[in-house]
């Protein structure tokens, strides 16, 4: 887990409320500046990518509550907690729209949770078996950010834990890259489902940068349960190479492996309860021309045109996949190996 402490706090005014204060005041040793704006940091200079991350704070009110359908990991998205994140992985979405991307927290937790409520409470009830869960409504709270560094730097995340838990007909999940014992003295009761995201060793140790590394979220996972969180693991995103291309690794054999880590890692009562979701590698033009500058040996690995098409995403951007046809032979073979080494988990879903 990062020791966040940041140099500078930037606030807007309507984010002040009694949670605001209190965060500001958590970190009074920095500098406060107010903004106009969370989304539009017009006011700071130049700063670069990994020191946005690690100096700024940003402390907003969110103001569009929109809940989304996904039926994916969850039934719904949920109005973000917060945006940005410690981690500077090279493929990350949430990076690709700001030029400069720190940790912004939401303050209006009452208001989101709010919307939540009212949302779940005009759904049927009792709710259809799907595979997201069997009996409750299903809420991602971590799309735009990781919820486990989150934990530590608002108090709010707490209070959405503690909403989720007692609420009869809703339960939180989300993914995360962090292992954060300070989380385990918290007893959600199984009705916060939290997502550790896995891949090989050697190649999370080139992409996912700044984040805990693959041994630590393995280890991590049979404590998180006996702690009340039931625990799902997310191989996302899937990124394929091999020897053909100059790279001196092969995405099977490191897939095998590490299958093989998590079933040496976790317990019967937790292989009982698992399940998991796998997202082949999307990547996106813009984000390949920053990596190209502060991560070249990353961009080796995920900006492959020979295998890769266009996407045009929903926001105008000009995204890339693995082409269609061998997609969906990389998609069988994930598939074939999963079922082989892990029998035991099974696949929610796999795009």
Avoid at 265 to 278: I, L, P, S, Y
Wanted: charged share 25%.
């Amino acid at each position: 887990m990062p020791d966040f402490n940041p140099k500078q706090v930037l606030y807007t005014a309507d984010a002040l409320n009694e949670r605001g204060l209190r965060l500001a005041e958590k970190y009074s040793d920095a500098v406060h500046v107010p903004v106009k704006q969370h989304n539009r940091l017009v006011e700071i200079d130049e700063i670069s990518h990994y020191k946005a991350k690690t100096d700024l704070l940003v402390l907003g009110r969110l103001k569009t509550l929109d809940i989304k359908y996904s039926g994916r990991s969850s039934d719904y998205i949920a109005p973000s907690l917060a945006n940005g994140c410690f981690g500077a992985c090279t493929y990350c979405y949430v990076d690709r729209h700001k030029k400069v991307n720190p940790i912004t927290i939401f303050t209006n937790v009452d208001e989101i949770l709010a919307k939540v409520d009212k949302h779940v409470a005009l759904l049927p009830w009792p709710k259809a078996a799907n595979q997201t869960d069997d009996i409750y409504y299903t809420y991602d709270i971590g799309c735009n950010s990781d919820i486990a560094v989150d934990y530590d730097i608002s108090p709010g995340i707490a209070e959405v834990f503690e909403f989720y838990k007692h609420h009869p007909r809703a339960k939180a999940t989300f993914a995360t890259k962090f292992v954060n014992p300070n989380m385990l003295g918290f007893d959600p009761q199984r009705k916060v489902r939290i997502r550790f995201s896995l891949m090989p060793t050697e190649v999370s140790r080139l992409v996912d940068v700044r984040t805990d590394s693959i041994e630590k979220r393995l280890k991590a996972i049979n404590d998180f349960y006996e702690a009340g969180y039931e625990v799902h693991v997310n191989f996302s995103p899937v990124i394929v190479y091999d020897r053909l291309r100059g790279v001196d690794r092969d995405w099977e054999e490191d897939y095998r492996e590490l299958f093989r880590q998590l079933n040496a890692a976790v317990t019967e009562k937790v292989k009982e309860q698992m399940q998991c979701e796998v997202i082949f590698l999307t990547h996106n033009e813009r984000q390949h021309l920053v990596n190209v500058d502060i991560n070249p040996k990353a961009e080796e690995l995920l900006w492959l045109p020979e295998l890769q098409e266009q996407k045009r995403s929903s926001f105008g951007g000009v995204n890339i996949r693995y082409q269609y046809q061998l997609k969906a032979k990389m998609i069988d073979t994930f598939v074939n190996m999963l079922t082989e080494e892990i029998p035991w988990c099974g696949i929610r879903y796999i795009f």
